[in-house]
């Protein structure tokens, strides 16, 4: 187990600007306790590792010798006289060994044991509460304590723990972001929490990690974590309905959002349309993705999405929407408002 | 049998034992070296189909955002990867290998139950013909090998996909079990006299501990299958939450077989193992009972870990405090096989041919595995690893390092036995080298990935993540691997013909397998054996001692005791028989029938009894010949 090539490749990565879904740069106080864990796990498997192969090239040059200096006799003559003599010194390292493996397996249980209570003892004042569902493929997201509800995005302030409560509507998903937290289940007919707290404001994407069917591979999340006034500055801007439609075009374009199929699955506060079986479409054009953190959100990727999503989503619920040129127009222009 | 006066002992044996000829006699082998050889023919057959599988997975996987392959049919291949792999393969190579070789280890004819025998090598067979078939017909299984419900219930998988997974997978774990039961009773009843428990082969030890785990962890992946089925086809709610079921109680019984799947994936080859670093260390293993005693406790502990495949599935804390400490402490056993071999080859003196290379390397790869293993145990570290690219790569590590590896050199250290030839040492070489460099190429840096936050079973992953560099890198080792396992091909298949002659006992082996004729003929022993102590052929002093009073003339086995191995019976043995194919012919028309109609399994089960009934209809000869020869066999010197 080189450490050296893995700590290499996670220096490599931290130079680079990329997209941050890391176990390895913690960004949160979970995540960093068990990245604790895992430094203390991986220099003492490397130490045995290195101990056990040692061994073994000592045994091979040492057996090696031996038949060299057997060589003069006949190779082939096995050395029976184990048989026969009880081989005392070579059971005793053996029993030796053994105590020290056992040894080490206690050790990497307490630190186990002592990292698995540091996680449980986050405090929890002034807790953020947020219920996450999952859906075949997009996250539906509730703001429990401030009453919104938006999808496929996570705002969290920053040096705030946050209680993330999981369920799922359909088939079982994973909720992982991995630069903050472990991962943990969301499974149909149950309910679990998570908690975690971002420590570094951020970017930090999840990805479902549960095999949840066809697009398991496109569900996406962004997590951002920002200045706790930057934060508020967001939540006050969730709470409000969507805004009245300005101009003759948008308003066109709502009526064609509550016409069309659109209203049967989505929901946008403050109109008719309150649809729960699709994302909340309250305040889309404030996400910076599309589709579970699929596409980047801006006009051409959404027209093409509304169009055909099967083509970039195949197996997703939603139906293809061929509008007609003028109503598309116009339902982007709506949707494009929606801030 | 009218010229048995003229013709020697070894041609009536021959004669009395070998199968008929013909294709209905092909049809109706039960010898046990013809059905074990079929059987490895076929798990070979579907390793390299399973490989293929992992090819096109990795060359979808090779760039980011790929088109080369839709997600529908990724999802069927790595489900058909798994299911191949671990139903199709790993455990039946094991028996294969066990059928063909126990008897010959133990010094005995042939295998207890040989029609039981060829029956579940047929049912196997048409099982797992039955899931490629449904694969290439486009109906291949998409919900992955471990089909978590609800994904894998009506609702969320409609279509017959998870219907013909379910049963297969049922099916031929029908033929797991019965074969677990012909290696225990083999081994404890058929040994030959002398050879007490206490110096049976480390891989008959090995194989008896392996075929308890499928008789106890077995059943549990046929009873999730078949509720999965029940609920699936009549509408029962065995998973179904909101009807009273519960989703995690597939999980449960699926990985309370899962886990000891993995030991009894990696348990057959640790008597591979020992077999050949005695050999090749030239001295006995060091340790013997602490072996024993090792593999006892691994298949024990065995079965209390499956929760450490649910940590992220919030249950309770202590609950997954006892698994993390269960999960450490098989560590032990392992270690002290590990430091038994390493004194083996300390003290002994080494030659480094094909086979014990692999055996070197599989040590550093389980090790390896073993390591980042007690890394999964831990709950806090899986729930940054569980379902990443770690853990692909620790289950290769564990699975090809614990089982593959040993294969090969298995197949290495007995292919002059097998076929009376050498392989080439060369080729053999080469092909090692490739092997263990490309599997390191591919595997070692999907840890990274891991860590770097890929998750497992995803078709296709964004550009920009960091990932693409170790994607491709993995790519190339793959083709690696296949190389060399189109290299092992070509030396088992030119070694056939043109291999050096091997003679009975090439390597200077111990064991009784190295006293029969390569390739053994037709009833192993042309004089049965009486064994001395744990290396027979070592003492050659003993080996006069021989067994009187069996008929050449007649299928008759001896039964010995079950611990002291005194001789107990002679018995007589089915002869070959067309009956165990026909049942399983009509044992596949029922379970395919089932997946359409629950009805089948009521009309299809007639034709199965009426076929049993005439496979064991009793014949007046054989009955009589059993009640005048109710005598005890003896040991002469």
Known sequence: ?339 | MSDAASATPAEVLEQTWRDPPGLWGWLSAVNHKTIAARFIYVTFGFFVAGGILALMMRLQLARPDSRLIGPDLYNQLFTMHGTTMMFLFAVPVMQAVAIWLLPLMLGTRTVAFPRMNAFAFWIFLFGGVMLFAAFLIGAGPDAGWFAYVPLANADYSPGKRIDIWGQMITFTETAALMEAIVIIVTIFKMRAPGMTLDRMPLFAWAMLVTSFIVLFAMPAVMLASTALITDRLVDTHFYDPELGGDALLWQHLFWFFGHPEVYLIFIPPLGVISAIIATFSRRPMVGYRAMVLALIATGFLSFGLWVHHMFATNLPELGKAFFTAASLMIAIPTAVQIFCWIATLWTGRLHLRTPLLFILAFFVILLAGGLTGLMLASVSLDTQLHDTYFVVAHLHYVLLGGAVFPMFGAFYYWYPKFTGRMMSERLGKWQFWLFFIGFNVTFFPMHILGLEGMPRRVYTYPDGMGWNAINLVATMGAFMIAASVLLFIVNAWRSRRRGAPAGADPWGGGTLEWRAASPPPAANFDVLPVVHGRYPLWQPAALPDRVAGIDPALREVLLTSVTAAEPDHRMLMPSPSPWPFVTALATTVLFVGSIFTPWAVVWASLPVAITATFWFWPRHSESRIRHEREVRPEVRS
């Open chain 1, 1 to 339: 187990m080189p450490a050296t090539l893995l700590s290499c490749c996670t220096a490599a990565g931290a130079v680079s600007p990329r997209v941050q879904q890391s176990a390895v740069q913690p960004a949160g106080v979970q995540a960093e306790t068990i990245f604790g864990l895992w430094n203390v796990t991986l220099a003492l498997c490397t130490a045995v590792f290195a101990a056990i192969v040692l061994a073994l090239l000592v045994a091979l040059w040492r057996a090696h010798r031996a038949r060299q200096a057997a060589a003069g006799s006949s190779t082939l003559a096995p050395d029976l006289a184990p048989l026969h003599h009880p081989e005392r010194r070579v059971h005793r390292a053996i029993l030796w060994a053994t105590v020290v493996a056992t040894v080490g397996l206690f050790m990497l249980l307490v630190a186990d044991m002592w990292t698995a209570r540091a996680l449980a003892r986050l405090p929890m004042k002034e807790a953020l509460r947020i219920e996450l569902t999952g859906h075949q493929y997009w996250w539906e997201v509730r703001y429990t304590d401030e009453g919104f509800s938006t999808a496929n995005e996570l705002h969290l302030p920053v040096g705030r723990p946050v209680v993330v409560t999981l369920k799922s509507r359909d088939v079982i998903h994973t909720l992982w972001v991995p630069n903050l937290a472990g991962k943990r289940d969301m499974i149909p007919g149950r309910t679990a929490t998570i908690s975690l707290r971002a420590d570094r404001p951020g970017v930090y994407r999840a990805q479902c990690a549960e095999f949840c069917g066809l697009q398991h591979a496109l569900m996406a999340l962004p997590v951002t974590a920002v200045a706790p006034a930057q934060y508020e500055h967001w939540a006050r801007a969730r709470k409000a309905a969507a805004p009245e439609p300005a101009t003759d075009s948008r308003r066109h374009g709502r009526d064609v959002f509550v016409r069309a199929a659109c209203v049967a699955c989505h929901t946008i506060a403050g109109t008719m349309a309150s649809g729960t079986l699709g994302p909340d479409l309250t305040h889309l054009a404030s996400r910076p993705t599309l589709a579970a953190g699929m596409l980047p959100n801006d006009r051409a990727n959404l027209q093409a999405w509304i169009v055909d999503p099967h083509r970039f989503k195949l197996g997703a619920n939603m139906p293809p929407n061929p509008l007609p040129a003028r109503d598309m127009h116009a339902l982007l222009d709506y949707l494009e408002s929606l801030e």
